[in-house]
């Protein structure tokens, strides 16, 4: 249980284009999802927790209008990188929290490499 | 702010070999602490944790304790395998909205 999907795994792109990112629970209900993003070595950065029906918390430096987080429902949130630059080269991280389990513990999704060209 | 300081690595060991990853961290309030694990090509997953002073979180052979005199949460395993070789982070959550605070990560590898 408790098996968080994303999709796309790779993605390139144009610069200027835009790349949507799903984030998935498979088998659970997620009230709350967050977004992450990882530099190669480097740790995990939040960038925003989105709680299903209501709008998305960005992390103070993390632009709203750039990275845009929808979470329609409690099995789907979607960040969507708008306008990518090649400094938007990263990997994408999303986790979920399991409300009848704990709200503590995060499961994670595999993540989302994504290259601008 | 809440913050974690972990071990650098990278950590090459033997199989058979001890491990010790030292982690420490600064927050305010009471923490609950975690130790992930990320194998190559894989999503971070779970590996053990612990939410008050003094617990002892287990699994895989693995062990850290919620150490609050020293704030530390030390990951170790008595003897490691080639499939133990992951990147390992260590994160606290301190806050009521649930957010989590990363370690910069540890890079094991294990040689047969």
């Known amino acids: 249980g408790a098996v968080v999907s994303q999709h796309p795994s790779w993605v390139i792109c144009k610069s200027g284009t835009s790349v949507k990112i799903e984030c998935r629970s498979l088998d659970f209900q997620a009230t709350t999802m967050f977004w992450y993003r990882q530099f190669p070595k480097q740790s995990l950065m939040l960038m925003a927790t989105?709680?299903?029906?209501?709008?998305?918390?960005?992390e103070q430096g993390v632009e709203k209008d750039k990275f845009l987080i929808n979470h329609a429902s409690l099995t789907l949130s979607t960040l969507t990188v708008t306008s990518a630059h090649p400094e938007d080269s990263s990997f994408y991280i999303c986790?979920?929290?399991?409300?009848?389990?704990?709200?503590?513990?995060?499961?994670f999704g595999p993540g989302t490499r994504l290259l601008v060209l | 702010g809440d913050s974690v300081t972990q071990m650098e690595g990278p950590v090459t060991l033997s199989e058979e070999a001890f491990l010790t990853i030292n982690c420490t961290y600064t927050?305010?309030?009471?923490?609950?602490l975690f130790w992930y694990v990320q194998y190559p090509g894989e999503g971070l997953q779970l590996l053990l944790k612990a939410t008050k002073a003094d617990d002892k979180g287990s699994n895989k052979g693995f062990e850290a304790t919620y150490r609050k005199e020293t704030t530390s949460f030390h990951l170790e395993k008595g003897s490691v395998q080639v499939s133990d070789s992951a990147v390992y982070f260590c994160?606290?959550?301190?806050?009521?909205?649930?957010?989590?605070?990363f370690g910069a990560g540890t890079t094991v590898t294990v040689r047969a």
């Open positions: 994160a606290l959550t301190a806050s009521n909205d649930y957010k989590l605070s």
């Open positions: 989105s709680n299903e029906g209501s709008k998305a918390t960005y």
């Open positions: 986790s979920a929290t399991n409300p009848r389990v704990t709200l503590e513990t995060q499961y």
């Open positions: 927050a305010t309030g009471y923490p609950s």
